[in-house]
């Protein structure tokens, strides 16, 4: 790879994407970028690309944290750095892999050192490193939860904090954050979202003449990047000179009482949760003014940085698309261009108190004309008399006759074997119980099953496994103790060998793959039982989206089963794929099991961390030959052999009931729940009903 940067001026298209960095090369508080976009589309090129187009800056010489010799930071582990030389270098691009760890990122203390030495050796870490440069996270969806509080939080405060066992170090982290990621791979909690200043959405062109071009210029960059780089170089000085005008120009831009006043309605109107977005669009709108060499900020800088700052914040669920109406937005500016205007007082009424000229009972004015019969709703003097007396209010109402009597709904029956039924809707999501994997595991950090993980808390203590990370204090002291007299201790200080540390070892909660195995067969085409049935399927959905789960989901029906879901992160996705399933056919259930066992089979090599949950949702019915329910009870022994925890969701439905899905169940040595019992509410009543019932008998 050339180490020569595709210039930035050298890329094809996606303005937004240009404008939204550009901004925060201006100004940095408006809180970074996040690019949402398909695979292929050159976010990373474009990031890596604006670093280059920074102002250089000056940093104190030796310091490990770059601080400014003008301000220098007072906390700066390094030192004071009062009259110190500087000099001058470019701003850093640090690029954040998706598996760093905490310590990675913040720095790590060593310990043993601190304790043994009394000496705090800090080793800075990739926030360090950032400080007044770019921090780049690809795949930032990615990322565990944890490891993205952390760096949003270092980001909004500017400053990034070590805390190891009373050991503390603090420095200063203000850099410009760009996370890129692709929605197929699974969306970032709403909550992390809104931490973002800006999103961006880019796709590839669909223009054969812009995807020529671009072809045409990376082809001419491969062949020769610093010939390519040179015909740009005028446009990127030119750039980078606009940067820095913009930088010297934004403090005396002017935020007006009008365009304030825009911004909060436009903010109130979407009804964006919190502050932050009005915070962050008013930043927006001041860099933009800035941007364009203006000293006011303009409607059509409020209008610009609403469609930067808030679609990402629109999200209300996991199964929402991120999005801005743009007839509201033009609604509401309009609405709130105009200056304030005091309020006049109401003249008083010199009629007396009481209903209008329209007697008792008139709701209101005489219509103005404009429904289509005289009236806003085609009830004005022209409306036609309704075909029968008004429908009764009272509760003497005379009950219906023969002819007025409600329809009954006609029952929908399922589809000749064979035969696909169209797709019905799900039913609304609502909170389900709670599944676990049976044991402590060592998956990445969640909130489904027990695991030893990097949070939670303290259960024991053991040798330390590499690098001392997290001292267990008290054992590594009850483990130095019965050494000090041979080790010759002459003082009240402790000494210490490097078998006497412990680290702690913890406990919280991992996430796990849920993998959903659906019947879609003819006994489960009836509409009102497979509404039920995606109903149910979606809400665990959501638990695995809210748990930080994997999810896949196979389905079974016709002549075998198909993997309609490859495991991913994008809950989103399996909503969808959920929403057009259809029904009809057979019932393999057998295909559907040995289909899960092969699925987990590699899942378990490609992560052997994550462990799994199965989730079939069947009635038990298997069909096609006279083998067919054996062989489904052999394919459930295969994954009970292999310790897979299991959940059957039981659909069956009727006045009989033959009980095959609990006996598929016993053969996968897994729970069987009915489609009421997965209800968190129900079972949280049955519950109370039980520890009520012996207070009951004693009354």
Same mark, same amino acid.
């Given at each position: 790879?050339?180490?020569?940067?595709?210039?930035?001026?050298?890329?094809?298209?996606?303005?937004?994407?240009?404008?939204?960095?550009?901004?925060?090369?201006?100004?940095?508080?408006?809180?970074?970028?996040?690019?949402?976009?398909?695979?292929?589309?050159?976010?990373?090129?474009?990031?890596?690309?604006?670093?280059?187009?920074?102002?250089?800056?000056?940093?104190?010489?030796?310091?490990?944290?770059?601080?400014?010799?003008?301000?220098?930071?007072?906390?700066?582990?390094?030192?004071?750095?009062?009259?110190?030389?500087?000099?001058?270098?470019?701003?850093?691009?640090?690029?954040?892999?998706?598996?760093?760890?905490?310590?990675?990122?913040?720095?790590?203390?060593?310990?043993?050192?601190?304790?043994?030495?009394?000496?705090?050796?800090?080793?800075?870490?990739?926030?360090?490193?950032?400080?007044?440069?770019?921090?780049?996270?690809?795949?930032?969806?990615?990322?565990?939860?944890?490891?993205?509080?952390?760096?949003?939080?270092?980001?909004?405060?500017?400053?990034?904090?070590?805390?190891?066992?009373?050991?503390?170090?603090?420095?200063?982290?203000?850099?410009?954050?760009?996370?890129?990621?692709?929605?197929?791979?699974?969306?970032?909690?709403?909550?992390?979202?809104?931490?973002?200043?800006?999103?961006?959405?880019?796709?590839?062109?669909?223009?054969?003449?812009?995807?020529?071009?671009?072809?045409?210029?990376?082809?001419?960059?491969?062949?020769?990047?610093?010939?390519?780089?040179?015909?740009?170089?005028?446009?990127?000085?030119?750039?980078?000179?606009?940067?820095?005008?913009?930088?010297?120009?934004?403090?005396?831009?002017?935020?007006?009482?009008?365009?304030?006043?825009?911004?909060?309605?436009?903010?109130?109107?979407?009804?964006?949760?919190?502050?932050?977005?009005?915070?962050?669009?008013?930043?927006?709108?001041?860099?933009?003014?800035?941007?364009?060499?203006?000293?006011?900020?303009?409607?059509?800088?409020?209008?610009?940085?609403?469609?930067?700052?808030?679609?990402?914040?629109?999200?209300?669920?996991?199964?929402?698309?991120?999005?801005?109406?743009?007839?509201?937005?033009?609604?509401?500016?309009? %609405?709130? =261009? &105009? *200056?304030?205007? +005091?309020?006049?007082?109401? /003249?008083?009424? #010199?009629? @007396? $108190?009481?209903?209008?000229?329209?007697?008792?009972?008139?709701?209101?004015?005489?219509?103005?004309?404009?429904?289509?019969?005289?009236?806003?709703?085609?009830?004005?003097?022209?409306?036609? %008399?309704? =075909? &029968? *007396?008004?429908? +009764?209010?009272?509760?003497? /109402?005379?009950? #219906?006759? @023969? $002819?007025?009597?409600?329809?009954?709904?006609?029952?929908?029956?399922?589809?000749?074997?064979?035969?696909?039924?169209?797709?019905?809707?799900?039913?609304?999501?609502?909170?389900?119980?709670?599944?676990?994997?049976?044991?402590?595991?060592?998956?990445?950090?969640?909130?489904?099953? #027990?695991?030893?993980?990097?949070?939670?808390?303290?259960?024991?203590?053991?040798?330390?496994?590499?690098?001392?990370?997290?001292?267990?204090?008290?054992?590594?002291?009850?483990?130095?103790?019965?050494?000090?007299?041979?080790?010759?201790?002459?003082?009240?200080?402790?000494?210490?060998?490097?078998?006497?540390?412990?680290?702690?070892?913890?406990?919280?909660?991992?996430?796990?793959?849920?993998?959903?195995?659906?019947?879609?067969?003819?006994?489960?085409?009836?509409?009102?039982?497979?509404?039920?049935?995606?109903?149910?399927?979606?809400?665990?959905?959501?638990?695995?989206?809210?748990?930080?789960?994997?999810?896949?989901?196979?389905?079974?029906?016709?002549?075998?089963?198909?993997?309609?879901?490859?495991?991913?992160?994008?809950?989103?996705?399996?909503?969808?794929?959920?929403?057009?399933?259809?029904?009809?056919?057979?019932?393999?259930?057998?295909?559907?099991?040995?289909?899960?066992?092969?699925?987990?089979?590699?899942?378990?090599?490609?992560?052997?961390?994550?462990?799994?949950?199965?989730?079939?949702?069947?009635?038990?019915?298997?069909?096609?030959?006279?083998?067919?329910?054996?062989?489904?009870?052999?394919?459930?022994?295969?994954?009970?052999?292999?310790?897979?925890?299991?959940?059957?969701?039981?659909?069956?439905?009727?006045?009989?009931?033959?009980?095959?899905?609990?006996?598929?169940?016993?053969?996968?040595?897994?729970?069987?729940?009915?489609?009421?019992?997965?209800?968190?509410?129900?079972?949280?009543?049955?519950?109370?009903?039980?520890?009520?019932?012996?207070?009951?008998?004693?009354?």
């Amino acid at each position: 790879m050339s180490d020569v940067r595709y210039p930035f001026t050298a890329i094809v298209g996606m303005a937004d994407l240009r404008l939204g960095l550009l901004l925060n090369a201006v100004s940095p508080a408006v809180g970074g970028v996040l690019v949402r976009g398909e695979k292929g589309t050159a976010k990373s090129t474009m990031v890596r690309a604006l670093a280059g187009l920074l102002p250089s800056i000056a940093t104190v010489d030796g310091c490990r944290f770059a601080c400014d010799p003008a301000a220098p930071d007072p906390q700066c582990p390094d030192g004071a750095h009062d009259g110190a030389p500087a000099s001058a270098r470019a701003a850093r691009l640090v690029e954040l892999p998706v598996g760093v760890s905490e310590d990675r990122i913040v720095g790590s203390l060593d310990l043993e050192r601190a304790l043994a030495e009394g000496v705090k050796a800090y080793e800075p870490g990739l926030l360090a490193q950032a400080h007044r440069g770019v921090l780049y996270i690809d795949e930032v969806n990615l990322l565990q939860d944890h490891v993205v509080d952390l760096l949003l939080d270092a980001a909004a405060m500017g400053r990034s904090y070590v805390e190891r066992e009373g050991v503390s170090v603090r420095h200063a982290a203000r850099f410009l954050l760009v996370g890129t990621m692709n929605p197929e791979e699974g969306e970032l909690r709403p909550q992390l979202l809104d931490r973002f200043g800006l999103t961006v959405e880019i796709a590839a062109t669909r223009e054969p003449a812009e995807r020529a071009e671009v072809v045409r210029r990376r082809l001419g960059y491969d062949a020769d990047p610093a010939g390519f780089a040179a015909r740009f170089a005028p446009d990127e000085r030119e750039l980078a000179e606009r940067i820095t005008a913009a930088r010297k120009l934004l403090p005396e831009v002017e935020l007006t009482d009008r365009a304030l006043r825009q911004i909060t309605a436009v903010c109130a109107a979407f009804e964006v949760d919190g502050l932050r977005a009005d915070i962050v669009m008013a930043r927006t709108a001041v860099a933009l003014a800035a941007w364009a060499g203006r000293t006011e900020v303009l409607e059509e800088d409020v209008r610009k940085a609403a469609q930067l700052a808030l679609p990402h914040r629109r999200r209300r669920n996991p199964f929402d698309a991120p999005g801005l109406d743009e007839e509201q937005l033009d609604r509401t500016l309009a %609405e709130h =261009a &105009g *200056p304030e205007e +005091p309020e006049e007082p109401a /003249a008083e009424d #010199p009629r @007396p $108190e009481g209903p209008a000229d329209g007697g008792p009972g008139d709701d209101g004015p005489e219509p103005d004309g404009d429904g289509p019969d005289g009236g806003p709703d085609g009830g004005g003097g022209g409306a036609p %008399e309704p =075909a &029968g *007396p008004p429908a +009764p209010t009272g509760t003497d /109402a005379p009950a #219906p006759g @023969p $002819e007025e009597a409600p329809q009954q709904p006609v029952p929908v029956q399922p589809p000749a074997p064979g035969r696909e039924a169209a797709p019905v809707a799900a039913g609304e999501p609502y909170r389900t119980r709670l599944f676990k994997v049976d044991g402590t595991g060592r998956g990445a950090q969640g909130r489904r099953s #027990p695991a030893e993980t990097d949070g939670g808390h303290t259960i024991r203590a053991r040798r330390p496994q590499g690098r001392l990370a997290r001292l267990h204090l008290s054992a590594t002291l009850q483990a130095a103790a019965p050494h000090q007299v041979a080790r010759g201790r002459t003082s009240r200080a402790l000494v210490l060998a490097k078998d006497d540390f412990r680290e702690q070892v913890r406990q919280g909660r991992e996430s796990n793959l849920v993998l959903f195995v659906v019947d879609a067969s003819g006994s489960m085409a009836a509409r009102q039982r497979m509404t039920a049935v995606k109903g149910a399927v979606l809400s665990l959905l959501m638990d695995a989206y809210q748990r930080r789960d994997k999810i896949g989901m196979i389905t079974f029906r016709g002549a075998g089963a198909e993997l309609a879901l490859p495991p991913t992160s994008s809950v989103e996705v399996g909503a969808a794929r959920l929403e057009s399933l259809p029904t009809g056919g057979r019932t393999p259930l057998a295909a559907g099991l040995l289909r899960a066992h092969e699925v987990l089979r590699v899942e378990r090599m490609r992560d052997p961390h994550r462990r799994p949950l199965l989730v079939v949702v069947t009635d038990g019915r298997a069909t096609g030959d006279r083998d067919a329910v054996a062989r489904s009870h052999r394919a459930a022994g295969l994954l009970a052999a292999q310790g897979v925890t299991g959940v059957v969701l039981d659909c069956e439905a009727g006045p009989v009931r033959l009980g095959l899905a609990r006996t598929l169940a016993a053969r996968l040595g897994a729970s069987a729940v009915t489609l009421d019992e997965l209800r968190a509410e129900g079972v949280a009543s049955l519950v109370r009903e039980n520890r009520a019932t012996p207070l009951r008998k004693a009354a």
